[in-house]
């Protein structure tokens, strides 16, 4: 692996050194896993102890102050210094571009320059894929796909017929776009399957988790917002719009044509019902259920949602329950002491 | 795309034209995405007022009073009526039979009439395949494995050695069927893994939506009845009975052995604990945790579930807990008046 | 099948016999499946009636008294000799060694003896692949991978690059692990992806349930301990660390960074926020949110979490939320009537 100075670390990252410029780095570690030829980084104030006691040569940090004594990279952004220096000093494998021969490849597939079909993948006919994007092994695309440009798609992704893809999208494995909407008129107890012939639009810069799954429209789209982030394992119904930004934690869900504001949060495991509008900014705090509207900024929490103050403090309340029976039984003896005076 | 006058399709679907019936339509469109060539729906009273606004050259309806002056399709059941509409005017693409050449399939597989193996598929041993069934691109089904006719298996399906599946069943992209159980005898804190040798059984019509998980039987079967609906990311455990026509939302999960009667409706990241019997129509909703038997009928909801209206009263109560606070205050300091008067 | 006679069993499982030694049985069966040439268990007394009723020819049991009449296997640990009975009576089928002529592996991976891998399979340079261990059909094994000895990879498992599993692991189809963590630098709007340069290491004797994702970490490793044993679709976040023996129920899901002890249990659909600590012996019930540190040995319930005694304590009292209120109106109506009397 090749060693970087802290100078040139500073030079190529554009943060200050503190401490000596010569000492040489040569990976990226966590604070109690470093050794003395590697960078660490302390980004959350709950490892403070472990970066006093870390034995890495240097640490990259937001406040030269909370760790006198060492040598640092210190920056205004540190996690964003991170991913930086990450791509610089520890850069992924190159990934092969063009087609393996064993995948199964429709023959008017277009192909962009720099794009790479991986072992046993298949793609059907008539889809696109842009250039430097990489579809990783075992991945099934579908007929009619347009995917865009400098996508990584880990193994095992599934995009199904029709569905559009945006530039530098990242799918991890498992993921499944463009399944069946969960639609059905039931009459007289027999379950009639409504077809869903929508699609999904992925828009540019997204990321999905391992085993997301996206249901395609029933009618028109289902709609991922530019730069959303999905974690490992979330449900994604038909007909849902997701706005830009939006952050969705793993294991959390959203029904039917539910429409989710730009930069809305997700927390982990907290689900939404359908037809549903989240604005802007909405945060839905972890194990939530969201059964009405959320307003733009609110911020939610319970089973059904209110909004968080209000959980909190009834929450509390829950709390103090056996304090308050107590209280009870003590006002009706004091009252039947009077009650008794009285007579 | 083909044209369809109104007179046509109320002759072909069974419905009533109000309005013009010359005027044509190509495709079926949500209410807000509809132009003057399309036909949309209105379903759920939610939507009304996009309805009124919408371009649609028509839409199809339950009552022709809520959108007077429009063209419409009127019917007493318009989503029923929207599934048959589908396959009519936007049919699926046809899927082709016969084995790809990339997959592999052992010798003694029997393959129906019209049965189509996708690209990179694996088929085991002694397995049936009925026909008309298609088994979708990069899907695996084990040795000794029974599927009926006319099924449609999405990419990347997994059915493991002996299950047996009915006619008619869909399952969407990363569906498993037949992983292990969940069992282990723990003794001396070993974990001694109890091998599942039992099977699942999936009836006829069930539909199983993406990376939905149901495990095979310790011993026997592991059952799924006939017209069963599953939504995405759902757990079905070992020896598990789902009864005829019931709903699971996505998310939900249900525990080892547990049986759930015909037409019961779980609700999105709903549970149930094992060894239960949830009766025949019972409703569990939206995120609860059903840890002990339901009877038939029966709504539940709450941690532990508990009846509906009790969970809502209950819920309610919490909502009132800062106000009864506060009226334990107020009693109390009345009451130090009167015993001080009364001294 | 073989036939196999009680006193056979009772020696090669060494258990005691009771009843008819030259009975025999060739299957084992649940106890409302089991017909006269099978075998049954009791193990959960909950089906104690069905124990009674059972057709099978013997039940294996922990104590004879339960069920006089019958003939018997007795012992310690039913479920633990129960899963030696299967291992005996009802092995697997054997599963190949060697390669699928259908697989892509690289030149350079490294093959133990016995070691199988499966149709459509794909492996990455450098890898290497312990003695007896099997990779299931559709799998994709990145570069750089470490496996032990005879593990076993159900169909389509993702082993991500570099990760290291042990031995004798068992995966279920549709397993992830080493997807990226979920880590983004966010400044002025824009979620920047912090490289996931980590590892996943998996320990001895892991078993994996279908579709579980664990995602590689940041920097450093996740590691799920020896012996740790984890239900369908629960999700483990990058830099977690699981510790032996560890129970994880199905659709439980762990935030990134927590730390869990030795032999904690996960309930199903519970979660862990992230950079927390759960002693050793920790039990998390079903649905609970652990939103801080959990001591060793604590059982924790509720959103939050807490104590489970605590917990119950306030879950009674909003039952009794009702009663409460009218209490606290009647305390009033007789203050009321002294206040008067009081004039």
Redesign the interface.
Known sequence: MQAWSLAELGRRLDVRVVGDPEVTVSR???LD?AGPGDL?FLH?P?YREQAEKTEAAAVLVGDAEILPGRNLLVCD?P??V??RA??LM?P??TLKAGV?P?A?IDEDVVLGDGAGI?????VGAGTRIGPGTII???S?I??GVTIGGDCLF???V?V??NCRIGDRC?F???V?IG??G?G??T?D???????Q?GIVVVEDDV?L???V?I?R?????TRIGR?V?V???V?I?H?VVVGE?S?L???S?I?GSTKLGR?VVMG??A?A?G?LSLGDGAQIT??T?VMKDVPPGAIVS???A?PRA?WT???A??????K??R??KE??R??EE??S??D
């Open positions: 990226i570690m966590p896993e660490s959350n709950r952004e996690y964003l991170l991913a990450l791509k520890m992924g494998p393996d064993s199964s991986g072992a046993q993948a298949v990783g092994p075992g099934v579908g007929s880990h193994p095992r599934v199904e017929t990242v991890q494995s498992g499944v399944s069946d969960f059905y008129a009459v107890g027999v379950h009639h399957k409504v077809p012939v990321e988790g391992a085993n799954c249901d429209a029933t009618l028109g789209e730069g982030k974690d490992n394992l449900q119904a007909n930004g952050i934690v793993s294991q869900g029904s930069y982990g495991q689900g019902a037809h972890a194990k259920a319970g089973v059904p209110r209000e403090r009834s929450q309340g829950v709390a103090r329950l056996g308050m029976r209280q009870l006002l009706e004091r009252l009077l009650e005076d009285d």
